[in-house]
């Protein structure tokens, strides 16, 4: 019984862990754009998960007006999921329907009064990180350890889903390999097949030769 209880209580620590790591999916990054030029963020995402980020350029004088930036997400296969202008602030969510980096850049658009770097300051999240649960909250009337419960229901699924998905990019992987190593295997004997017949011409070419000339 008391061994039932640890191993119990050790697959709960377990999947508390797993949830953490999980639901810590949601990245808080610090953007330096110089005042010319590009910089863009990637994460590889896979397919049928929700991202949401909120991004908020940072002024270093208050006295002066912030400085506007503009901002471009595209998907792997460059379709524009979120574009806007002039902005000092803004938020953009989408649910992926590719599987690749997804790419988010922002530049300085023409409004900077201080005339150097700007910052900005960008959340990036993305699967259960991003779920709202205050409103899974509200909505199904849960809380303590019912909601607790639920984001490690969500976490355990997510965790599922990225194994899913790694075996997957396995398989792709291993299918590649495999073809790669039969054209380089039949490049080879093609290889060595042209040297065989080029080296027997060149032998029946010098044998003609020396026949012609009476060498032998």
Known sequence: ???RKVLVFSLFILCFL????????????????????TKCVSEE???NVVVLADYVVVSDDPSLLT?????KVTSPYGNNLHHKDNATHGQFAFTTHEAGNYLACFWVDGHNPGGGDVSVNLDWRTGIAAKDWESVARKEKIEGIELELR???GAVEAIHENLLYLK???AEMRTV??????????FSIMSLGVCI????????????FFQKKKLI
């Not at 080296?199 to 003609?208: G, V």
């Open 1 to 3: 019984m008391m061994r």
């Open 18 to 37: 797993s949830s953490d790591i999980v639901l810590k999916k949601c990245h808080a990054i610090w953007l330096t754009l110089p005042s010319t030029g």
């Open 45 to 47: 995402i896979q397919n």
């Open 67 to 71: 400085p506007t930036i503009a901002v």
């Open 151 to 153: 984001k490690l229901e």
């Open 168 to 170: 997957t990019r396995e």
């Open 177 to 186: 390999s495999e073809s790669t190593n039969t054209r380089v295997a039949g």
């Open 197 to 208: 017949t080029v080296s027997a011409l060149q032998l029946w070419h010098l044998k003609r």
